[in-house]
């Protein structure tokens, strides 16, 4: 018989200087608890929230997105915003202003976006966001939620929606999502841990719940200076941490 871990180790081992398996070394890690944030609530209710999802040219999720809001109670509308001509993008960047601000969520989906461009693939949606037709719409609706998802969470970063809440122009040491620290695509299950109450997104999990999230990406490393990370930490927003099965936090790649 040979043990298991021989045989990964072998199956490995080849390719190894190649296409590593694990980055060079782990990531220094802190245990972060945020409690006893205060609720945000909408200053209008609804039965049912209206969820608008943007579909942008090789994104690929909206689907899989409209079908999760609509299990709980929303109601969906996709805008697939076209590119082909000039008077498409200015067709499209007026409709999505307008159902935008008739909208309680906004959510965009991932995918591809673009053909999935290096160095920040989520160009192509930044820069309908810094539309200012589109980036007044966003503003206006200051009592609506906003979710991005891949592609769509570079967006966000990107234009500085997360972490500051609001579309503005970025300095070179403002968050953002940068290259794997493995140096490759990484595809696989990871564990994480819900370190923060702040997030209405989360009001339904309880703090320490650990998650199991499918992942697939080669630009998904956060990195931000450190006075800002603690900033960031002060104020809640660092929502979960990586951690292993039994919720222990954790900056081993693996």
Not at 64 to 80: H, I, N, P, Q, Y
Not at 85 to 93: A, G, L, Q
Not at 156 to 180: C, D, Q, W
């Amino acid at each position: 018989t040979i043990a298991l871990d021989e045989l990964i180790r072998n199956w490995k081992h080849p390719l190894e200087n190649v296409f590593p398996s694990a980055a060079k070394s782990a990531v220094e890690t802190q245990t972060i608890v945020y409690r006893g944030a205060s609720k945000k609530t909408a200053t209008v209710k609804y039965a049912k929230p209206r969820v608008v999802i943007p579909v942008f040219p090789g994104t690929n999720c909206e689907y899989d997105t409209a079908r999760a809001f609509e299990k709980s109670g929303a109601v969906c509308e996709t805008l697939v915003f076209r590119n082909k001509t000039r008077s498409d993008i200015s067709e499209s960047v007026q409709q999505m202003a307008q159902m935008i601000r008739s909208a309680q969520i906004i959510a965009f989906p991932g995918g591809f976006s673009a053909g999935d461009e290096p160095d920040g693939s989520g160009k192509f949606i930044v820069s309908v966001l810094r539309n200012p037709i589109i980036t007044e719409a966003v503003t206006d609706n200051r009592d609506g939620l906003i979710l991005g998802i891949c592609n769509g969470f570079q967006a966000l970063i990107k234009t500085g929606l997360v972490p500051y809440g609001k579309i503005s122009a970025l300095s070179e040491t403002a968050p953002t999502l940068t290259f794997n620290a493995i140096g490759r695509h990484v595809a696989k299950v990871a564990y994480t841990k819900l370190v923060s109450d702040k997030s209405v997104w989360f009001s339904e999990c309880e703090l320490g719940e650990v998650h199991a999230v499918a992942l697939s990406h080669g630009e998904g490393r956060f990195v931000a200076e450190k006075t800002e990370l603690d900033q960031l930490i002060r104020n809640g927003q660092m929502i979960a941490q990586y951690c292993d099965i039994d919720g222990n936090i954790s900056g081993d790649p693996e």
